[in-house]
């Protein structure tokens, strides 16, 4: 039969784990009806000449905050133009199903640094308040990848308790509404999201006015409220997602223990973020692998941590960077929100005792190595910062690095611009990291901190190494793919006949050092803020999603996220058919 579309030539691998097969992929009606040598190109109404390249599963993307940019933007060409064709939203204890547009937005816009009025747009005319009218209004979208998402605790309990009432420590949900809170993830659970994701980490704080500077409502949770909603998550087989105070790192041996079966009861699908090998505790990553897969073995514990295939490397414009929120002096910039007010703070004698004494303390919990002199100086008014770190600078004027630090943000504010990487600096530690049996690649965070970071091409990297021979081709293809998919029991990550058509042909030539530069380019439906890109020309040679070609010769197709519509909203543990033609155009 004609097919709609004929990848020929190519090299196949499936996201099974098995071998690569030098074959080619028929497409009809959304789905694979072929894969095979020599396959019949006559009457197909497109071809696509994978010689050279590889033929691979759209890649899984297990880690955005994508929830309000979905709403305003469904095509999410960002990750799609780098071979993604799932996405996961809901992650970190947020989510836009069960509060206000107010709520929501003060929930977002610091901790994932997105602007308070651009969550505040994304929601205006709102008329979702529960999981099934959300799915279907996620449906109802021009989108471009397909969604899988997880119910927010801090979504939840924002919802039920009211912003306050859940931000504040002596206060506790009521039975009524702790039965509210199980209602609701039960009902999230018979809608096919994939289960819970929670926080503990208290150094994600809530922006706007009425709790700013208070850590996300899911802190405050005892951990018997935790256990009530893992109870509920284990029963059905569902997944929880969430954060370990990663500051202190102790509080994540209970998460091995709720994860734990021992024998007596089923294991609690459980995915934490994240695992790095950091600057700041460079034993712990390979103490906390080890550690994680010995319990499994003696436990039968089922516990995926995740992990960016790269090195972590942030960027920020001035004090805005979310590890300055770990530390008393960091958490008083942040919480204002005008730069008079900060420069006034800056200026303070005694707050710069307290910056210079936290930055100073070498010993104690923490994620950034504060290290000024390991972190550059990108840009600046003064062009003669450029390329020195602030400790080059402060050695220089005879000055202590954090008073150089605060003098230049005082002078230049928001303008001045740096970088400094935190963690998987060191490439043997970060190979143990990703090919470990416990860990999950992905954490892009793609959607969020848009300023900060640009990790929308981590499966290319992934890929990257298989061409530099560092891993498998067939492994690094698995990772991102049917691994990741299989584990949450969404229909994605395989190329198998019958199965909805998200295909990636990757040109592996072009796998180089374009995938680590970065470049700034406007997100339109955010009044054309400036966000960080990775631009990797050439390595994704197509995309297609349902079958259809969305992304091909470094452009999008005519009308991708705006009139036609692609993805679907994935339901765990369901088959989900690709769009028909009348429903891609409608």
């Given at each position: 039969?004609?097919?709609?579309?004929l990848?020929?030539?190519?090299?196949?691998?499936?996201?099974?784990?098995?071998?690569?097969?030098?074959?080619?992929?028929?497409?009809?009606?959304?789905?694979?009806?072929?894969i095979?040598?020599?396959?019949?190109?006559?009457?197909?109404?497109?071809?696509?000449?994978?010689?050279?390249?590889?033929?691979?599963?759209?890649?899984v993307?297990?880690?955005?905050?994508?929830?309000?940019?979905?709403?305003?933007?469904p095509?999410?060409?960002?990750?799609?133009?780098?071979?993604?064709?799932?996405?996961?939203?809901g992650?970190?204890?947020?989510?836009?199903?069960?509060?206000?547009?107010?709520?929501?937005?003060?929930?977002?816009?610091?901790?994932?640094?997105?602007?308070?009025?651009?969550?505040?747009?994304?929601?205006?005319?709102?008329?979702?308040?529960?999981p099934?009218?959300?799915?279907?209004h996620?449906?109802?979208?021009?989108?471009?990848?397909?969604?899988?998402?997880?119910?927010?605790?801090?979504?939840?309990?924002?919802a039920?308790?009211?912003?306050?009432r859940?931000?504040?420590?002596?206060?506790?949900?009521?039975?009524?509404?702790?039965?509210?809170?199980?209602?609701?993830?039960?009902?999230?659970?018979?809608?096919?999201?994939?289960?819970?994701?929670?926080?503990?980490?208290?150094?994600?704080?809530?922006?706007?006015t009425?709790?700013?500077?208070?850590?996300?409502?899911?802190?405050?949770?005892?951990?018997?409220?935790?256990?009530?909603?893992?109870g509920?998550?284990r029963?059905?087989?569902?997944?929880?997602?969430?954060?370990?105070?990663?500051?202190?790192?102790?509080?994540?041996?209970?998460?091995?223990i709720?994860?734990?079966?021992?024998?007596?009861?089923?294991?609690?699908?459980?995915?934490?973020?994240?695992?790095?090998?950091?600057?700041?505790?460079?034993?712990?990553?390979?103490?906390?692998?080890?550690?994680?897969?010995?319990?499994?073995?003696?436990?039968?514990?089922?516990?995926?941590?995740?992990?960016?295939?790269?090195?972590?490397?942030?960027y920020?414009?001035?004090?805005?960077?979310?590890?300055?929120?770990?530390?008393?002096?960091?958490?008083e910039?942040?919480h204002?929100?005008e730069?008079?007010?900060?420069?006034a703070?800056?200026?303070?004698p005694?707050?710069?005792?307290?910056?210079?004494?936290?930055?100073?303390?070498?010993?104690?919990?923490?994620?950034?190595?504060?290290?000024?002199?390991?972190?550059q100086?990108?840009?600046?008014?003064?062009?003669?910062?450029?390329?020195?770190?602030?400790?080059?600078?402060?050695?220089?004027?005879?000055?202590?690095?954090?008073d150089?630090?605060?003098?230049?943000?005082?002078?230049?504010?928001?303008?001045?611009?740096?970088?400094?990487?935190?963690?998987?600096?060191?490439?043997?530690?970060?190979?143990?990291?990703?090919?470990?049996?416990?860990v999950?690649?992905?954490?892009?965070?793609?959607?969020?901190?848009?300023?900060?970071?640009?990790?929308?091409?981590?499966?290319?990297?992934?890929?990257?190494?298989?061409?530099?021979?560092?891993?498998?081709?067939?492994?690094?293809?698995?990772?991102?793919?049917?691994?990741?998919?299989?584990?949450?029991?969404?229909?994605?990550?395989?190329?198998?006949?019958?199965?909805?058509?998200?295909?990636?042909?990757?040109?592996?030539?072009?796998?180089?050092?374009?995938?680590?530069?970065?470049?700034?380019?406007?997100?339109e439906?955010y009044?054309?803020?400036?966000?960080?890109v990775?631009?990797?020309?050439?390595?994704?040679?197509?995309t297609?999603?349902?079958?259809?070609?969305?992304?091909?010769?470094?452009?999008?197709?005519?009308?991708?996220?705006?009139?036609?519509?692609h993805?679907?909203?994935?339901?765990?543990?369901?088959?989900?058919?690709?769009?028909?033609?009348?429903?891609?155009?409608a």
């Amino acid at each position: 039969m004609p097919y709609d579309l004929l990848i020929h030539s190519g090299l196949v691998i499936d996201g099974s784990g098995g071998a690569p097969v030098r074959a080619d992929v028929a497409v009809k009606e959304g789905r694979v009806v072929a894969i095979g040598p020599y396959l019949d190109r006559t009457g197909a109404d497109r071809c696509i000449d994978a010689t050279g390249r590889w033929v691979t599963p759209g890649f899984v993307d297990n880690h955005t905050h994508y929830d309000a940019e979905v709403l305003l933007a469904p095509g999410l060409g960002e990750s799609v133009r780098h071979g993604v064709t799932t996405v996961c939203i809901g992650s970190c204890s947020l989510g836009t199903v069960f509060s206000s547009p107010r709520d929501c937005a003060d929930l977002f816009s610091r901790v994932e640094a997105v602007p308070h009025d651009c969550v505040m747009a994304a929601l205006q005319g709102k008329h979702w308040s529960d999981p099934g009218a959300y799915a279907e209004h996620l449906d109802s979208l021009a989108l471009g990848p397909n969604v899988m998402a997880y119910v927010g605790h801090s979504d939840m309990r924002t919802a039920v308790m009211g912003l306050e009432r859940s931000t504040d420590r002596r206060t506790r949900p009521t039975r009524e509404e702790q039965a509210r809170l199980d209602a609701m993830l039960e009902g999230a659970i018979d809608e096919g999201f994939l289960g819970l994701s929670c926080m503990t980490n208290p150094w994600d704080k809530v922006g706007g006015t009425r709790a700013r500077s208070r850590p996300l409502p899911s802190t405050f949770a005892t951990w018997g409220e935790y256990r009530r909603l893992h109870g509920i998550l284990r029963r059905r087989g569902a997944v929880l997602q969430s954060a370990p105070n990663i500051t202190t790192k102790v509080n994540a041996l209970l998460y091995l223990i709720e994860s734990a079966g021992f024998g007596l009861r089923k294991a609690l699908k459980t995915t934490l973020i994240t695992i790095a090998d950091t600057k700041s505790d460079p034993w712990l990553s390979a103490a906390a692998l080890g550690g994680t897969r010995l319990w499994e073995r003696l436990t039968g514990s089922d516990l995926r941590w995740q992990s960016l295939p790269v090195p972590f490397e942030v960027y920020a414009d001035g004090v805005d960077l979310v590890v300055f929120e770990e530390f008393g002096a960091g958490e008083e910039a942040l919480h204002l929100t005008e730069e008079v007010d900060r420069n006034a703070l800056f200026s303070d004698p005694a707050y710069r005792r307290r910056f210079r004494r936290d930055l100073d303390k070498r010993w104690g919990p923490r994620v950034w190595h504060r290290d000024l002199h390991d972190a550059q100086i990108v840009s600046a008014p003064d062009p003669t910062l450029a390329g020195r770190s602030f400790g080059e600078v402060a050695d220089e004027r005879g000055d202590h690095p954090a008073d150089t630090f605060l003098d230049l943000v005082v002078e230049h504010g928001k303008a001045l611009r740096w970088r400094t990487t935190l963690a998987n600096h060191r490439p043997r530690q970060l190979a143990a990291i990703v090919d470990h049996e416990n860990v999950h690649i992905g954490f892009s965070d793609a959607g969020a901190h848009l300023r900060n970071m640009a990790f929308y091409n981590v499966p290319l990297h992934m890929l990257r190494r298989a061409a530099r021979g560092e891993l498998a081709l067939e492994r690094a293809v698995h990772r991102v793919t049917g691994e990741i998919a299989d584990w949450y029991g969404v229909d994605a990550g395989h190329l198998r006949l019958g199965d909805r058509a998200d295909v990636v042909v990757v040109d592996p030539q072009a796998l180089d050092g374009r995938l680590d530069a970065v470049h700034e380019e406007p997100v339109e439906a955010y009044g054309g803020l400036s966000r960080m890109v990775r631009r990797n020309e050439g390595a994704v040679v197509a995309t297609v999603i349902g079958g259809e070609v969305v992304f091909a010769g470094g452009a999008f197709a005519a009308g991708f996220g705006v009139t036609r519509a692609h993805g679907r909203f994935l339901r765990r543990g369901v088959k989900t058919p690709a769009r028909t033609r009348a429903e891609v155009a409608a």
